[in-house]
């Protein structure tokens, strides 16, 4: 909080006066002044950490250079006197004191407008940063018309809407199926990540050229008869192989995990030997090889893709049910309406939410991520759950919380919550009941 409502001039001059005051407590054997910093947020589990502060030495990944000139640092003696815990910093060891940086408070600053500074006052914004400041909306349509006008150039109009087409529903079913479950009836466009959706357009229109240059040349130096089987899965081989080099290429270069290039590569690869056996009937529909190789490209990639999104999901729903969970069951009054508040939206908003319940619920599971290497934190029970939820003298509690801390309007969509979700909820506890038991008894 200081940082913020400080300038730099201030801090350091606040610094200095508590390093100095340090070093006298030291001389007189007296306990410092400790600077600590850090952040918390109310109603998450204390072991989850925050976004507040962290070390230039600590920072990971290709943009970390780039991350640490756009926040702001500490000043050197304070960062300094953060890692010493307390003990006085000499001058001299200001140099390889390791900045600490602001995560939350970006170095480029921001001035509120009251509409009559003039153009001098007009902070001119230069074409490399306008793109980020289109409608996102505008953007996904350059994305995708760019992709489009690029396809036809090469294969024609007609097959340049397929090509685009198959890109495209390939990656809205891998997100619907990733977010809302095989219950057709529950999906939603919600769910789809258009952004996504409109840059791998974008991409998959510049692969066309570069398929149809590869195809061009391996017409003219193959040396057979350009037929037969032969003929088709070397000419597949070399087209699949290129788009998958292409793929890695442009997912590399968009960021993307080291897994999800390798898995696009791949993909290209599995795709070959489709492509090969059905080319006598693409060829006698007039399809060209490079949308035959694309067509099971991307059948291939949407079971890699759903499947990787679906773990992924199921990861994080995971993750926050077993954050949830241990305070529904032990936490304070707050903590535990909060909570229950959280885990009924999840179960009543998420499919995957039943299936984690009843995976993390099981006697022989073991936590994930950060939980996993914390001896003293207790698995979720299904007893201990059944019972605080099924604690009908609680259900009071637990409205007088949502009418007293929400407004009108949000408390009665929460009361939903309530008097919808919670029966719906302790139904399926109830039907579950002997299935735990079961298995526990089994153990």
């Given at each position: 909080?200081?940082?913020?409502?400080?300038?730099?001039?201030?801090?350091?001059?606040?610094?200095?006066?508590?390093?100095?005051?340090?070093?006298?407590?030291?001389?007189?054997?007296?306990?410092?002044?400790?600077?600590?910093?850090?952040?918390?947020?109310?109603?998450?589990?204390?072991?989850?950490?925050?976004?507040?502060?962290?070390?230039?030495?600590?920072?990971?990944?290709?943009?970390?250079?780039?991350?640490?000139?756009?926040?702001?640092?500490?000043?050197?003696?304070?960062?300094?006197?953060?890692?010493?815990?307390?003990?006085?910093?000499?001058?001299?060891?200001?140099?390889?004191?390791?900045?600490?940086?602001?995560?939350?408070?970006?170095?480029?600053?921001?001035?509120?407008?009251?509409?009559?500074?003039?153009?001098?006052?007009?902070?001119?914004?230069?074409?490399?940063?306008?793109?980020?400041?289109?409608?996102?909306g505008l953007v996904n349509l350059m994305h995708v018309m760019v992709g489009f006008l690029v396809a036809q150039r090469f294969i024609g109009v007609s097959y340049a809407f397929l090509w685009l087409f198959i890109t495209g529903f390939r990656n809205s079913i891998a997100d619907l199926v990733a977010g809302r479950g095989t219950r057709i009836r529950e999906w939603n466009l919600k769910s789809v990540n258009f952004g996504n959706v409109a840059r791998s357009l974008f991409w998959t229109g510049f692969s066309v050229p570069i398929l149809g240059f590869v195809k061009a040349k391996f017409d003219v130096l193959w040396p057979g008869p350009a037929d037969g089987l032969l003929f088709d899965a070397v000419k597949f081989f070399f087209i699949s192989f290129s788009n998958g080099l292409y793929l890695a290429a442009h997912n590399t270069l968009r960021g993307f995990d080291r897994k999800v290039v390798r898995a696009n590569f791949f993909r290209s690869v599995l795709a070959w030997p489709f492509a090969t056996i059905t080319a006598p009937l693409g060829n006698l529909l007039g399809i060209p090889s490079i949308v035959q190789a694309k067509i099971w490209s991307d059948f291939v990639a949407g079971f890699i893709e759903g499947g990787a999104k679906y773990v992924s999901v199921l990861k994080l729903r995971r993750r926050d049910l077993e954050e949830i969970i241990p305070q529904v069951i032990s936490g304070d009054e707050e903590e535990r309406c909060t909570a229950l508040l959280d885990l009924l939206f999840l179960f009543r908003e998420e499919p995957r939410t039943a299936s984690s319940l009843v995976t993390i619920l099981a006697p022989d599971y073991r936590p994930l991520g950060i939980f996993k290497v914390d001896s003293d934190t207790k698995p979720c029970s299904f007893d201990d759950l059944h019972k605080a939820v099924m604690d009908e003298r609680f259900d009071s509690n637990f409205v007088d919380f949502m009418l007293a801390r929400y407004t009108p309007d949000m408390s009665v969509e929460l009361l939903d919550l309530a008097t919808i979700t919670l029966p719906s909820f302790r139904t399926w506890l109830g039907s579950h009941a002997r299935r735990f038991r079961q298995v526990k008894a089994g153990l």
């Open positions: 909080q200081f940082v913020a409502d400080h300038d730099a001039a201030e801090l350091v001059e606040f610094s200095r006066l508590v390093n100095e005051r340090n070093t006298e407590y030291e001389r007189a054997g007296l306990l410092p002044y400790l600077p600590v910093c850090g952040s918390d947020s109310t109603g998450r589990n204390p072991k989850v950490p925050g976004m507040g502060f962290i070390r230039v030495d600590r920072l990971q990944g290709k943009f970390r250079r780039k991350y640490a000139e756009r926040h702001i640092a500490l000043p050197d003696l304070l960062s300094a006197m953060i890692e010493t815990e307390g003990k006085p910093v000499p001058p001299e060891s200001l140099a390889s004191t390791s900045a600490v940086l602001c995560m939350g408070k970006t170095s480029s600053g921001y001035t509120a407008r009251i509409g009559d500074e003039g153009e001098s006052g007009m902070e001119q914004i230069p074409l490399s940063r306008a793109w980020r400041y289109l409608n996102p």
